[in-house]
Structure formats: structure tokens, C-alpha cells
């Protein structure tokens, strides 16, 4: 460990993710294992700015690996992209003794964690966002409980979709990516998959329900994903509501739409997260107590490994389209 870095600071930014508090876990027990301290700043970059400083031991972070949401505490701060801002933030690190940072969250904390580390507080980005599209990493913490969370309800809505007959149109998240509607749509055997990365034809939707209808389905599962252009609408109404409206207009369905919304951040991780967030958390701990900033610790073929944070926020993270096909494949007979 580099003589200067004795105590690293720890904050939660950005949209929730069950696992982050995992990651805490990991990087507090980390530090301590190394001799330093931790300091949990509440509030994200908020906390940065007013002080919201709080010290953390072992038994700080005892009976979080199994809980959803952050202990910390996440916001969004407008006043952290001003120099004035910046600048305080910087201070009070270096009154609290903070020489370094680990910033768990997704792009938006990352420039936050770039700009701390110009300021000459190097800081080191864990990815952590339910909608998984952070480049450099395979994965995300939360993603795979926001899944997981997202199959449940499908299961249940297949349930009574059978009992009924109907057509459902089911909302997730995932306002600049699919990743979510991909993954659980084929885990949950969607018959169409709306995702904002493939342009989509309504009327092919329509005649997908109908060719199932002549295979003798008698329900249907359209999973869209929030960030999806809808059919115009004369209303404020969400994509699923539009897609819904569609169909029904179209005739011959009785539909139903309902929108998951946040209870997909919440939730018990699974241990897939869990480890995940363990492990990521760690190897940023790490790099923090070396003085090395300006990373972004990814999972790449299951190697926990750091990237630029630059590489990290410029980076596109596309999705597999093959996914994309074989959820169509396996679920058009
Ligand atoms: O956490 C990412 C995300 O779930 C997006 O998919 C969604 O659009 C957004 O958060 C909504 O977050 P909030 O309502 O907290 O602004």
C-alpha cells in the first residue's frame, strides 16, 4: 500500500442496485484488511459537497450483503458539476484525511469520479446499475435481481394471462438500453421483444399474436423496454400503454398492459450479485489504497479486471443479437 493512501472514502450514486450493498461490504472489510480506514460519504456526491461524512468498521457493513437498495444512500447532485461544487467536495476530503475514492454507481458517477480523480483525488468506479449498460464489464451489479425480479412477475402474469386469454404488454426498465427486456423476455418466453437498439414493426407484432392465435396459443407476452419510441400518441402515456392500445384497436384481443417500474431495483440480491459485488468491490478497494484512480473495475469471461474510466463512459455496450433472434425463434411456434 502507498504510504499516502491510509484512509479511502466509499459513496452510492446514481439509481439503485441491489448489491450495492455487497460492494460497500467488500470495499470496507478490503480497507480494513489493509490496515486503513473508510469513510462511507452519505448521499453521493451531495454527501461529497455538504459533509456528509460518516466512519465505517467491520460491523458498519455486518448484515447488508443480502439487502437491496445502498445504506449510503444515493442522489443526484446538480451542485457536484460546478468547480464551486467540485472544489468544496475536494476540501472536505482532504479535511476528513480522504486520499482516495471508490464511487460505486453507473456513467453519470463515473464523471464524477474522473473529476475527482483531476482534482488529485484518484477514484475508482464500480459498476452498478440494474440496466447493465456500462461498457468494459459483462455485467453490472443489480442486473441479474432486476431480472430475476422481472421473470417473477412475467410467471405471474402468464398465469392469468392463460386463465383469461389475453394479450399482455409488460414495461420494464431500461431507458437508453434493452438489455433487460432481451434477457428477460427470453428467460420469460416473450413472443415479441420491444428494445430501443432494434427498430420494431407493430403490424409484425400484431400478426406474431394472430400466427400464435392459428398455433393455438391463447395468450401472449410483448415485453418493451421504457426507453422504446411508441406509436404516436395524442396522450402522455407510457410505450407499453401505446403498444396495448394498438393492438387492442387492431381487434380480436382483449389486453391488458401493466408497468413493473422501480420494484425491479429492489429486492434481496441474488448471489450472483452478491459475489459479483463482492468481488469487483475488492479489487476497487485495492486499486484505491494504491493510489491509482482514474479506473473502472470490470468482469470480462469472468476476470474481475480495470479499465479507464474514460474507456468505461465513452464506451458503447451493444447488445447480442442473437439473443434477439432466438427469442423469436423459440417462441414464434
Ligand atoms: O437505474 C436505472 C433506471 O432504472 C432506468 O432504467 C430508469 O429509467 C431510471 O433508473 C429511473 O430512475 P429514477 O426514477 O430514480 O430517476
Known amino acids: 500500500m502507498a504510504e499516502t493512501v491510509r484512509r479511502i472514502g466509499v459513496l452510492t450514486s446514481g439509481g439503485d442496485a441491489p448489491g450495492m450493498n455487497a460492494a460497500i461490504r467488500a470495499v470496507v472489510r478490503t480497507a480494513l484488511s489493509q490496515g486503513a480506514g473508510v ?8 454527501g461529497l459537497i455538504h459533509g456528509e461524512f460518516v466512519e465505517l468498521n467491520s460491523r458498519s457493513v455486518a448484515d447488508i450483503i443480502h439487502r ?37 454507481g453507473g456513467d453519470g458517477s463515473f464523471r464524477g469520479a474522473m473529476a ?22 459483462d455485467v453490472s451489479i443489480g442486473f441479474d435481481t432486476a431480472i430475476n425480479t422481472v421473470i417473477d412477475g412475467i410467471n405471474k402474469i402468464r398465469d392469468t394471462a392463460t386463465s383469461h386469454e389475453r394479450i399482455y404488454v409488460v414495461e420494464v426498465m431500461g431507458r437508453e438500453s434493452g438489455f433487460i427486456a432481451l434477457w428477460a423476455g427470453l428467460a420469460g418466453g416473450a413472443e415479441s421483444i420491444l428494445i430501443p437498439e432494434i427498430p420494431y414493426d407493430l403490424d409484425a407484432v400484431y400478426q406474431r399474436i394472430v400466427q400464435g392465435q392459428q398455433l393455438g396459443k391463447n395468450h401472449s407476452i410483448i415485453v418493451v423496454a421504457e426507453g422504446v419510441d411508441g406509436p404516436p400518441s395524442g396522450e402522455a402515456e407510457s410505450v407499453a400503454m401505446r403498444v396495448g392500445r394498438y393492438i387492442r384497436e387492431r381487434g380480436g384481443f382483449e389486453v391488458r398492459v401493466i408497468i413493473l417500474g422501480h420494484l425491479q431495483r429492489g429486492g434481496n440480491p441474488t448471489a450472483y450479485d452478491r459475489i459479483l459485488a463482492s468481488r469487483l468491490g475488492h479489487k476497487a478497494a485495492l486499486l484505491a489504497l494504491q493510489g491509482i484512480g482514474g479506473k473502472m473495475v470490470g468482469i470480462v469471461h469472468d476476470r474481475i479486471e480495470a479499465f479507464d474510466l474514460q474507456e ?22
Open 116 to 137: 475527482l480523480t483531476a482534482m488529485g483525488v484518484p477514484a475508482v468506479g464500480v459498476p452498478a446499475t440494474i440496466d447493465n449498460d456500462i461498457a468494459c464489464t
Open 39 to 46: 469513510v462511507g460519504i452519505e448521499r453521493g456526491f451531495h
Open 312 to 333: 468505461a463512459i465513452e464506451g458503447h455496450k451493444a447488445i447480442d443479437e442473437e439473443f434477439y433472434t432466438l427469442a423469436q425463434t423459440l417462441s414464434s411456434l
Open 68 to 104: 437491496g437498495g445502498t445504506i449510503l444512500k444515493s442522489a443526484r447532485s446538480e451542485a457536484f458539476k460546478t468547480p464551486e461544487g467540485r472544489q468544496k467536495a475536494v476540501e472536505n476530503l482532504k479535511q476528513a484525511g480522504i486520499s482516495a475514492m471508490v464511487v460505486i
